[in-house]
């Protein structure tokens, strides 16, 4: 298997860059969902769940900024650019003016403070969207300590993965967001009208010889990236990602349709793949009253466990560890194959097998006794 596609979204929900390389940061790639759109009254983030639109709008990093990471570029006028249709293209300073202003935002659940980027791209963004809006950037500094406590920083969703601390800019959730090929292939013969991997937008993509929905079995694992620098990066599989409506929008038009979520949810619901067992989504109030039941899953998400290394096109990759994805436990610790296997049973199922070995122990000892003439009495 290898890495057969590389993605960066610089600002949330609007086009991606597809590079050869990136360095692995503590937030992911770099410049990864590192700027979003807000309403300029509420500073609540706007994706293409509410205006499809979004997806028209193209971005474009300096060809090194993936290589040099987002903590400072050498060159003070490198930028981000916007392009948008009928529409002149604007371009954002990476390093922010030391006057920028704070403003306070909403990502989900998350309420916190980010830089405002200013007024030209602000009118930019505001005519071609036909709403007022603000463009932000991340203003944390990734890796240092305080994360809870520091009101410019986001935590990746917690309890899904081992390690003490995950730091996510403005993803939905986590750094990464790992897909397979050969599943979109599966998906597409379900589909009149194939489609492209840039529907689930993904930043890493990965190919070769494992079969489609192979990585329904990457609990309990970690992906070893084999970089061409010879060192090994590991992404630790958090969990299968559920899918929202933004899979319905057409990446190159902003068309938004039914496809591919409605043939998904005749085999990619949490019902058909076992997860309305396991405890992990029951308990996540996105999930709870059984609504994971009928959510679509696709990909994996991930957090980082080295940093510093260049992933690039072409890297080899394995999975190391893995069993059923249902059994992954990270708050508690990584089960047991014993354990696992009773995690996929539902109660009901626990409660059969219980009544099952009580009759056959009984069954046992009468036998026994009848057999050595000892007389049977269950209260000794």
């Given at each position: 298997?290898?890495?057969?596609s590389?993605?960066?979204?610089?600002?949330?929900?609007?086009?991606?860059?597809?590079?050869?390389?990136?360095v692995?940061?503590?937030?992911?790639f770099p410049?990864?969902?590192?700027?979003?759109?807000?309403?300029e009254?509420?500073?609540?983030?706007?994706?293409?769940?509410q205006?499809a639109?979004?997806?028209?709008?193209?971005?474009?990093?300096?060809?090194?900024?993936?290589?040099?990471?987002?903590q400072?570029?050498?060159?003070?006028?490198?930028?981000?650019?916007?392009?948008?249709?009928?529409?002149?293209?604007?371009?954002?300073?990476?390093?922010?003016?030391s006057d920028?202003?704070?403003?306070n935002?909403?990502?989900h659940?998350?309420?916190?403070?980010?830089?405002?980027?200013?007024?030209e791209v602000?009118?930019?963004l505001?005519?071609?969207?036909?709403?007022?809006?603000?463009?932000?950037?991340?203003?944390?500094?990734?890796?240092?300590?305080?994360?809870?406590e520091?009101?410019?920083?986001?935590?990746?969703?917690?309890?899904?993965?081992?390690?003490?601390?995950?730091?996510?800019?403005?993803?939905?959730?986590f750094p990464?967001?790992?897909?397979?090929?050969?599943s979109?292939?599966d998906?597409?013969?379900?589909l009149?009208?194939p489609?492209?991997?840039n529907?689930?937008?993904?930043?890493?993509?990965?190919?070769?010889?494992?079969?489609a929905?192979?990585?329904?079995?990457?609990?309990?694992?970690?992906?070893?990236v084999r970089?061409?620098?010879?060192?090994?990066?590991?992404?630790?599989?958090?969990?299968?990602?559920?899918?929202?409506?933004?899979?319905?929008?057409?990446?190159?038009?902003?068309?938004?349709?039914?496809?591919?979520?409605?043939?998904?949810?005749?085999?990619?619901?949490?019902?058909?793949?076992?997860?309305?067992?396991?405890?992990k989504?029951?308990?996540?109030?996105?999930?709870r009253g059984?609504?994971?039941?009928?959510?679509?899953?696709?990909?994996?998400?991930?957090?980082?466990?080295?940093?510093?290394?260049?992933?690039?096109?072409?890297?080899?990759?394995?999975?190391?560890?893995?069993?059923?994805?249902?059994a992954?436990?990270?708050?508690?610790?990584?089960?047991s194959?014993?354990?696992?296997?009773?995690?996929?049973?539902?109660?009901?199922?626990?409660?059969a097998?219980?009544?099952?070995?009580?009759?056959?122990?009984?069954?046992?000892?009468?036998?026994y006794?009848?057999?050595h003439?000892?007389?049977?009495?269950?209260?000794?």
């Amino acid at each position: 298997m290898h890495v057969s596609s590389l993605y960066i979204y610089p600002v949330k929900a609007c086009k991606g860059c597809e590079v050869p390389r990136a360095v692995v940061e503590t937030t992911g790639f770099p410049y990864d969902r590192y700027w979003m759109i807000v309403t300029e009254a509420e500073g609540r983030f706007v994706t293409q769940r509410q205006d499809a639109r979004l997806a028209l709008i193209g971005t474009q990093l300096p060809q090194d900024a993936c290589i040099l990471g987002s903590q400072g570029h050498p060159d003070p006028k490198a930028a981000l650019t916007l392009s948008g249709p009928d529409m002149p293209d604007v371009q954002v300073p990476l390093q922010p003016k030391s006057d920028s202003a704070w403003r306070n935002v909403r990502c989900h659940d998350w309420k916190g403070d980010a830089i405002d980027e200013g007024n030209e791209v602000a009118e930019w963004l505001s005519k071609f969207l036909q709403q007022r809006v603000r463009l932000v950037k991340y203003g944390g500094v990734p890796g240092s300590a305080g994360l809870d406590e520091d009101s410019h920083r986001r935590s990746s969703a917690k309890g899904w993965y081992t390690g003490g601390q995950s730091e996510t800019a403005f993803s939905d959730a986590f750094p990464f967001l790992v897909t397979c090929q050969a599943s979109l292939h599966d998906l597409n013969t379900h589909l009149d009208i194939p489609i492209s991997m840039n529907r689930f937008r993904p930043n890493i993509v990965l190919d070769g010889e494992q079969p489609a929905w192979a990585e329904d079995q990457w609990g309990n694992c970690n992906i070893c990236v084999r970089t061409q620098e010879e060192t090994a990066v590991d992404l630790e599989m958090c969990k299968p990602c559920s899918r929202c409506t933004v899979p319905l929008v057409e990446q190159e038009t902003a068309e938004k349709g039914s496809q591919p979520i409605l043939a998904m949810k005749d085999f990619r619901l949490g019902k058909h793949l076992g997860f309305d067992k396991f405890g992990k989504y029951a308990d996540t109030p996105v999930y709870r009253g059984g609504a994971v039941n009928n959510t679509t899953f696709f990909g994996w998400d991930a957090v980082p466990v080295q940093l510093g290394s260049v992933i690039a096109v072409g890297d080899a990759v394995t999975v190391k560890g893995g069993n059923a994805a249902l059994a992954y436990d990270a708050v508690t610790d990584r089960t047991s194959v014993v354990q696992q296997w009773f995690l996929l049973l539902s109660l009901r199922d626990a409660a059969a097998l219980c009544t099952l070995l009580v009759v056959t122990i009984t069954a046992s000892w009468l036998a026994y006794s009848f057999t050595h003439g000892a007389s049977y009495n269950p209260s000794t």
